[in-house]
DNA sequence: TGTTAGCACTCGATGCCTGTGAGTGCTAAC
DNA sequence: GTTAGCACTCACAGGCATCGAGTGCTAACA
C-alpha cells in the first residue's frame, strides 16, 4: 500500500483538526467539515489504510483516530521543503522590541516573554554560546579601599563582572596601570591562554601578589561559566492550558523540568546546528515530553556564534505559526545582539 | 464563651494535623491520635465552639472540621511571640553556600533554589531595593573602536554596566582620562543628581559630545532600573503537589502570577519592613491566592537597606519550619551580601 | 473496481442508584 | 462537666443501564 494524494489530503484534514479541537477525530468529521467529496465510509477506509501505514493512532476502537508522531513529522517536512514559512509576523514582532534594550541579557528575557506571548506555548530563548572568546581588555575599577572591580572585555563582549579582594591599598591610577600591563600582556589569548600565562605573570609582577591572585581564581571561574550562557523561559504556564496536560503529576513533571535549567538548555540546544529543528513526541528524547514537540531556531549573535530560541508545546502544535514566528524571531534577534559584524 | 487553655490545645491538635494530612479533621481523631483524656464526644462539643468563635470552618456538615484564617492567624501569632524559631538548619543552610559566589545575582538565583528545597514550597528572593546610591567612580573600558563599557561603581556596589557608543576613535588612556574627569565631577552624587549634573558637563568638556551625551542616556536608564530589583523564583512547580492546587485551572492560575515579575514582587516587598511578615489566605490580598499564605523575611544588603525572601505555600503551611529557615536564610544572605558595612 | 449505504458491534462517558463510613448534633445518663 | 448512645447527614465509590460517537464489515451500486 502506497500513499497517494487522497490519502495525503485526508490526512492533512485529521491533522488540522486534531490540532484545533484536541480530541480524535472521526470519519464523519472530516467527510462533512471539510468537503472532500466523499462519504464517511470511504473515508473510514482511508483512515484504516492510514493507520496501517503508522500515521494514525486509535486510542480505542470506537473513538476517532489521532495522529501520529510519523504523520507529524511528514506534515513538518513537507511544511519545511515547500518553505511556507510566512512572515507576516515581521511588524507585531519588531513593535514589541521598539523601547530602547540593548542589554543582552535583557533581549533575551524580553524575547522569551514575547514569544510566549506570541505562541501560547512556553518559549526558551539561549544566548550565544562563547566558543572560545579572547581577551581584548582586562580593567580593574576600585569599588571600596579593599575590593576591585574586575571587567574583562573579549571580542565577543564583555565577560560578567566580579568584585575582587585586593591587598594593599591602591588608588585608581595604579589599578589603571595595572590593568594596562595585564591588557598588554593578555590581549589576543582566549580565556585558557589567559589562565596558564597567570603564574608566570604573578611572579614576574610581584608586589601586586594578591591582587593577581584573586584575578586568577575569577579567569579561572569565567572560563567555565561562559560555557553556561543565559537563559531565558516564558510561558511556562500556558501548556496548562492545553488538556494534554490536565493530568497534574504530569503537569508537575513538565514544570520541574522546566526549571532545572541545565538540562532544559541541553535539551533546547540539541546537538546539531541547523537553521530549524522540529523534535516530536519520542524524538526529543526526553521522558516527560512523549506528548511535547520542541521546535527551535538559531539565530547569530556577536562574532557569527549562534544563539537558539525554542518553543515547547503538545505534539498537536500550530507548527506552522510557530515556525514563521521563531523565524521572524531569530531575524530579530540577530538585528539586536549580532548584525554588527555581518553588515559590514 | 472565651478561649480556655484547653480549646486553645484542641485547636492546635487540630491544625498540627490538618496542616500533616490536608483532611478536615474529625473529633474522633484527635481524641485518638493526640491523647487529650477526652472522650471525641466532649472535643465535638469544643469543636463546636472554636467554630462559633470562628477558629474553624467545616466544609460540608459530616465533614471533619479544618482551621480557617483566623485559627492560623493564632497560630502563628502566639508562635513568634513565644519566639520559637529554631536555629537547627544553621548548618544545612551554610553547606549550601559553600561555594564561590560572591556576584549578587547568583547568590540570589541559588538562595531561591535552596529556599525552595528546603521548604518545599515557592521561594522568591528579591534583591536589596536600591535606594539612593552614590556614586564613587565612573570608568569607561574600550570595546571595539566604536564602543566602550560604562561601569559605573556606587556605594552600594555596581551599577549593571552598558555599552555605548563613542564617536571619534579614542584609545584605552583617552578613555581613562575622560573617566578621570567625569569621576571627579560626579563623585558623592546620587544618580538623579548626576544626571542634572551632565547637561553642565556636556557644553564644558565639548569635543567628547557623543560620548557624555551616550553616558547621559546611561545614566537616565540606569536611574529607574535601579529601582527594580533583582528577583528570583524557585519551586514554582512544588506547589502542584499540594491537592490545594490540583485543579488545574488554579494551579495555572497561580503560576502565571508567578511569571508576572513586577506584580510578584510587589506582593512579596508588601509595604511594611517588619523582620517577619505572614500574611494568610484573604490577608495576602490577591484573588489567585486565597488559599495560600505568605511569609516573608528581611535582610541586609550592601549599606544597610532591606533585601526581602518569601516562602509561598498553601495555608495549611509548616509555619514554624519556615519561619526558621526564613531566619537562618536571611541572616545567611546578610552575611554574604551586606555585612561589610555593619561588622566594621 | 472504487464508492457508498446499512448494520452490528465496541467502548468510553454519563447519569442514576445504593451502600458505606466518617463525622456531626443532640439527648440523656453518669 | 463529661460521656455514651443514637439518629442523621453527606461525600464518595461501586455497580449498572443507557447513550452515542465511531468503527469494521458486507453487500449493493455506478
Redesign the pocket.
Known amino acids: 500500500m502506497e500513499m497517494d494524494e ?1 490519502k495525503m489530503r485526508i490526512l492533512q484534514a485529521i491533522i488540522d483538526d486534531y490540532v484545533l479541537t484536541g ?7 472530516i ?1 462533512r467539515k471539510y468537503d472532500m ?12 489504510d492510514l ?1 496501517e501505514l503508522g500515521f494514525l493512532d ?8 489521532i495522529p501520529s508522531a510519523k504523520a507529524y513529522r511528514l506534515y513538518v517536512d513537507t511544511l519545511l521543503q515547500t518553505g511556507k514559512i510566512r512572515d507576516d509576523n515581521e511588524e507585531t514582532i519588531r513593535r514589541h522590541f521598539s523601547g530602547r534594550i540593548h542589554q543582552m541579557e535583557d533581549v533575551i528575557d524580553h524575547a522569551a516573554q514575547v514569544l510566549s506571548t506570541l505562541t501560547r506555548y512556553t518559549a526558551v530563548v539561549l544566548s550565544p554560546k562563547g566558543a572560545q572568546p579572547r581577551l581584548q581588555t582586562v580593567q580593574l575599577v576600585p569599588v571600596s579601599s579593599e575590593t576591585a572591580l574586575v571587567v574583562i572585555v573579549t571580542d565577543m563582549g564583555v565577560i560578567r563582572d566580579s568584585v575582587i579582594r585586593i591587598g594593599n591599598q591602591m588608588d585608581s591610577d595604579t589599578l589603571y596601570a595595572i590593568s594596562r600591563t595585564l591588557t598588554g600582556e593578555l590581549r589576543g589569548m582566549t580565556l585558557q591562554e589567559a589562565c596558564e600565562r597567570m603564574p608566570a605573570l604573578i611572579s614576574r609582577m610581584y608586589g601586586n601578589d594578591e591582587v593577581l591572585r584573586e584575578l586568577y581564581g575569577f579567569l579561572n571561574e569565567g572560563q567555565q561559566s561562559n560555557q553556561r550562557a543565559h537563559m531565558a523561559v516564558g510561558g511556562t504556564s500556558n501548556i496548562l492550558a492545553y488538556p494534554e496536560y490536565s493530568d497534574v503529576d504530569k503537569a508537575r513533571n513538565f514544570l520541574s523540568l522546566m526549571e532545572t535549567r541545565d538540562k532544559l538548555a541541553d535539551i533546547i540546544r540539541g546537538n546539531n546546528e541547523m537553521s530549524f529543528t522540529v523534535r516530536i513526541g519520542p524524538e526529543t528524547g526526553v521522558p516527560e515530553m512523549v506528548d511535547c514537540s520542541i521546535v527551535t531556531a538559531t539565530y547569530s549573535g556577536r562574532g557569527g556564534q549562534q544563539g537558539t530560541i525554542g518553543v515547547i508545546g503538545p505534539t498537536r502544535m500550530r507548527y506552522s505559526s510557530v515556525l514563521s514566528i521563531l523565524n521572524m524571531m531569530g531575524r530579530q534577534l540577530t538585528d539586536l545582539l549580532g548584525g554588527e559584524d555581518e553588515n559590514k
Open positions: 487522497r480530541v480524535p477525530v472521526g470519519s464523519r468529521t467527510s467529496g466523499l462519504s464517511s465510509a470511504t473515508i473510514r477506509n482511508e483512515m484504516s493507520e486509535q486510542p480505542h476502537v470506537s473513538a476517532g483516530r
